[in-house]
Protein backbone atom coordinates (compact mmCIF):
# COMPACT_ATOMS: atom_id res chain seq x y z
CA UNK A 1 0.00 0.00 0.00
CA UNK A 2 1.14 3.15 -0.70
CA UNK A 3 1.49 5.95 2.13
CA UNK A 4 3.92 8.08 4.03
CA UNK A 5 6.02 6.62 6.64
CA UNK A 6 6.64 8.59 10.09
CA UNK A 7 9.62 6.89 12.99
CA UNK A 8 9.97 6.57 15.77
CA UNK A 9 6.43 7.52 16.42
CA UNK A 10 7.76 8.62 19.71
CA UNK A 11 11.21 10.10 21.03
CA UNK A 12 12.90 11.05 23.89
CA UNK A 13 15.76 13.27 24.23
CA UNK A 14 17.88 15.18 26.62
CA UNK A 15 18.57 18.71 26.14
CA UNK A 16 21.54 19.31 24.16
CA UNK A 17 21.03 16.15 22.06
CA UNK A 18 20.27 16.29 17.94
CA UNK A 19 17.47 14.05 16.87
CA UNK A 20 16.33 13.28 13.64
CA UNK A 21 13.02 12.11 12.84
CA UNK A 22 12.37 9.54 9.79
CA UNK A 23 9.75 10.57 6.70
CA UNK A 24 9.54 7.78 3.77
CA UNK A 25 6.94 8.26 1.26
CA UNK A 26 6.06 5.69 -1.93
CA UNK A 27 3.60 7.81 -3.27
CA UNK A 28 6.28 9.19 -5.89
CA UNK A 29 5.20 12.31 -4.48
CA UNK A 30 7.58 15.63 -5.49
CA UNK A 31 6.94 18.04 -2.75
CA UNK A 32 7.75 16.89 0.99
CA UNK A 33 6.67 18.90 4.27
CA UNK A 34 7.51 19.16 7.81
CA UNK A 35 4.85 20.93 10.29
CA UNK A 36 5.13 21.03 14.07
CA UNK A 37 1.95 20.21 15.97
CA UNK A 38 1.61 22.11 19.38
CA UNK A 39 -1.37 22.18 21.74
CA UNK A 40 -4.20 25.09 20.83
CA UNK A 41 -2.32 26.06 18.00
CA UNK A 42 -2.48 25.47 14.08
CA UNK A 43 0.15 23.78 12.16
CA UNK A 44 3.03 25.62 11.48
CA UNK A 45 5.73 24.86 8.77
CA UNK A 46 9.25 23.93 9.32
CA UNK A 47 10.60 22.86 6.14
CA UNK A 48 9.17 21.80 2.99
CA UNK A 49 11.09 20.52 -0.64
CA UNK A 50 9.74 20.86 -3.81
CA UNK A 51 12.40 18.61 -5.83
CA UNK A 52 15.15 16.56 -4.49
CA UNK A 53 18.09 18.16 -3.82
CA UNK A 54 16.35 21.73 -3.00
CA UNK A 55 14.33 22.41 0.25
CA UNK A 56 13.01 25.88 1.59
CA UNK A 57 12.81 27.52 5.14
CA UNK A 58 9.14 27.46 6.68
CA UNK A 59 7.83 29.89 8.96
CA UNK A 60 9.75 28.42 12.16
CA UNK A 61 12.92 26.47 10.60
CA UNK A 62 15.37 27.89 13.54
CA UNK A 63 16.63 25.01 15.27
CA UNK A 64 16.19 22.36 12.73
CA UNK A 65 17.75 21.11 9.66
CA UNK A 66 16.68 18.75 7.00
CA UNK A 67 18.09 16.91 3.33
CA UNK A 68 15.90 15.41 0.61
CA UNK A 69 18.67 13.50 -1.24
CA UNK A 70 16.07 11.10 -2.24
CA UNK A 71 12.75 11.84 -3.76
CA UNK A 72 11.33 9.28 -0.94
CA UNK A 73 12.82 10.35 1.90
CA UNK A 74 12.76 14.03 3.87
CA UNK A 75 14.45 13.81 7.29
CA UNK A 76 14.03 16.14 9.32
CA UNK A 77 16.49 17.05 12.33
CA UNK A 78 15.78 19.15 15.42
CA UNK A 79 19.17 20.41 16.84
CA UNK A 80 19.95 21.33 20.06
CA UNK A 81 19.45 25.25 19.09
CA UNK A 82 15.65 24.51 18.94
CA UNK A 83 14.62 25.86 22.68
CA UNK A 84 11.23 24.39 22.89
CA UNK A 85 11.63 20.98 21.16
CA UNK A 86 8.88 18.93 22.93
CA UNK A 87 5.92 18.57 20.07
CA UNK A 88 4.06 16.60 17.35
CA UNK A 89 5.93 16.53 14.33
CA UNK A 90 4.21 15.69 10.85
CA UNK A 91 5.19 14.90 7.70
CA UNK A 92 3.66 15.11 4.52
CA UNK A 93 3.53 15.13 0.76
CA UNK A 94 1.67 16.28 -2.34
CA UNK A 95 1.62 15.13 -5.87
CA UNK A 96 1.29 18.12 -6.57
CA UNK A 97 5.02 20.19 -6.83
CA UNK A 98 3.90 23.75 -6.82
CA UNK A 99 3.35 24.27 -2.91
CA UNK A 100 0.96 23.53 -1.32
CA UNK A 101 -1.95 22.92 -4.30
CA UNK A 102 -3.94 19.62 -3.66
CA UNK A 103 -3.76 17.32 -1.10
CA UNK A 104 -1.95 16.65 1.59
CA UNK A 105 -0.91 13.25 2.99
CA UNK A 106 0.40 12.92 6.13
CA UNK A 107 2.43 10.43 8.24
CA UNK A 108 1.10 9.50 11.80
CA UNK A 109 3.32 11.49 13.44
CA UNK A 110 6.25 11.85 15.89
CA UNK A 111 5.98 13.10 19.65
CA UNK A 112 9.54 14.49 20.77
CA UNK A 113 9.48 14.95 24.39
CA UNK A 114 12.29 17.03 25.93
CA UNK A 115 13.55 15.39 29.73
CA UNK B 1 -1.77 39.68 9.67
CA UNK B 2 -3.32 36.46 8.80
CA UNK B 3 -5.60 34.35 10.73
CA UNK B 4 -7.98 31.22 10.81
CA UNK B 5 -10.95 31.37 13.62
CA UNK B 6 -12.75 27.98 14.53
CA UNK B 7 -14.70 26.84 17.72
CA UNK B 8 -12.22 25.07 20.14
CA UNK B 9 -14.71 22.47 21.22
CA UNK B 10 -18.14 21.50 19.68
CA UNK B 11 -20.79 18.51 21.48
CA UNK B 12 -23.17 16.95 19.22
CA UNK B 13 -25.24 13.85 19.73
CA UNK B 14 -24.95 10.60 17.77
CA UNK B 15 -27.42 10.57 14.71
CA UNK B 16 -27.54 14.38 14.86
CA UNK B 17 -26.15 17.26 12.40
CA UNK B 18 -23.07 19.84 13.46
CA UNK B 19 -21.89 22.84 11.75
CA UNK B 20 -18.24 23.86 12.03
CA UNK B 21 -17.55 27.09 11.13
CA UNK B 22 -14.34 28.97 10.02
CA UNK B 23 -13.62 32.53 9.42
CA UNK B 24 -10.35 33.43 7.79
CA UNK B 25 -8.17 36.76 7.50
CA UNK B 26 -5.47 36.24 4.46
CA UNK B 27 -3.40 38.25 2.23
CA UNK B 28 -5.03 37.14 -1.00
CA UNK B 29 -7.00 33.30 -1.29
CA UNK B 30 -6.39 30.08 -3.51
CA UNK B 31 -8.91 28.03 -1.37
CA UNK B 32 -10.29 26.85 1.60
CA UNK B 33 -9.11 23.22 3.35
CA UNK B 34 -10.63 20.68 5.70
CA UNK B 35 -8.76 18.20 7.25
CA UNK B 36 -10.11 15.44 9.84
CA UNK B 37 -7.56 14.87 12.59
CA UNK B 38 -8.24 11.82 15.34
CA UNK B 39 -6.42 11.94 18.46
CA UNK B 40 -2.51 10.80 17.99
CA UNK B 41 -3.61 9.88 14.51
CA UNK B 42 -2.54 11.71 10.74
CA UNK B 43 -4.70 14.69 9.53
CA UNK B 44 -6.88 13.45 6.52
CA UNK B 45 -8.16 15.42 3.80
CA UNK B 46 -11.87 15.93 3.92
CA UNK B 47 -12.50 19.08 1.30
CA UNK B 48 -10.71 21.75 -0.79
CA UNK B 49 -13.43 25.03 -1.44
CA UNK B 50 -12.07 28.03 -3.83
CA UNK B 51 -15.47 28.64 -5.17
CA UNK B 52 -18.26 29.89 -3.71
CA UNK B 53 -21.32 27.22 -2.56
CA UNK B 54 -22.15 24.37 -1.14
CA UNK B 55 -19.51 20.58 -2.10
CA UNK B 56 -21.43 17.89 -1.31
CA UNK B 57 -19.54 14.66 -0.48
CA UNK B 58 -21.68 12.00 1.38
CA UNK B 59 -22.33 12.93 4.89
CA UNK B 60 -19.42 15.90 4.84
CA UNK B 61 -20.50 19.48 3.14
CA UNK B 62 -18.40 21.97 2.64
CA UNK B 63 -19.35 25.62 2.22
CA UNK B 64 -17.54 29.10 1.62
CA UNK B 65 -18.29 32.23 0.97
CA UNK B 66 -15.06 34.35 -0.14
CA UNK B 67 -16.58 37.72 0.59
CA UNK B 68 -17.18 37.01 3.94
CA UNK B 69 -14.39 35.03 4.45
CA UNK B 70 -16.10 32.43 5.81
CA UNK B 71 -16.61 28.60 5.23
CA UNK B 72 -18.68 25.99 7.23
CA UNK B 73 -18.03 21.76 7.59
CA UNK B 74 -21.46 20.37 8.04
CA UNK B 75 -21.80 16.57 9.37
CA UNK B 76 -25.25 14.86 8.99
CA UNK B 77 -26.27 11.50 10.61
CA UNK B 78 -22.81 11.70 13.48
CA UNK B 79 -21.51 8.46 13.83
CA UNK B 80 -19.05 8.02 17.26
CA UNK B 81 -16.43 7.63 14.59
CA UNK B 82 -17.03 11.41 13.60
CA UNK B 83 -15.40 12.36 17.55
CA UNK B 84 -12.38 14.09 16.10
CA UNK B 85 -10.44 17.31 15.75
CA UNK B 86 -11.85 19.01 12.16
CA UNK B 87 -8.52 21.59 10.59
CA UNK B 88 -9.72 24.49 8.79
CA UNK B 89 -6.40 25.78 6.38
CA UNK B 90 -6.89 28.97 4.54
CA UNK B 91 -4.41 29.09 0.80
CA UNK B 92 -2.91 32.82 0.69
CA UNK B 93 -1.98 34.35 -2.22
CA UNK B 94 1.99 32.85 -1.91
CA UNK B 95 0.05 29.27 -1.51
CA UNK B 96 1.05 29.65 1.89
CA UNK B 97 -1.37 27.69 4.32
CA UNK B 98 -2.63 28.92 7.44
CA UNK B 99 -4.05 26.61 9.68
CA UNK B 100 -6.75 27.13 12.29
CA UNK B 101 -6.25 25.97 15.64
CA UNK B 102 -8.43 22.73 15.10
CA UNK B 103 -12.45 22.30 16.58
CA UNK B 104 -12.31 20.08 18.53
CA UNK B 105 -15.86 17.68 18.09
CA UNK B 106 -17.23 15.22 20.71
CA UNK B 107 -19.96 13.04 19.94
CA UNK B 108 -22.33 11.87 22.45
CA UNK B 109 -24.42 8.63 22.64
Known amino acids: DGGITQSPKYLFRKEGQNVTLSCEQNLNHDAMYWYRQDPGQGLRLIYY???????QKGDIAEGYSVSREKKESFPLTVTSAQKNPTAFYLC??????????????FGEGSRLTVL | GQNIDQPTEMTATEGAIVQINCTYQ??????LFWYQQHAGEAPTFLSYNVLDGLEEKGRFSSFLSRSKGYSYLLLKELQMKDSASYLCAALDSNYQLIWGAGTKLIIKP
Open chain 1, 49 to 55: SQIVNDF
Open chain 2, 26 to 31: TSGFNG
Open chain 1, 92 to 105: ASSNSRDIHTGELF
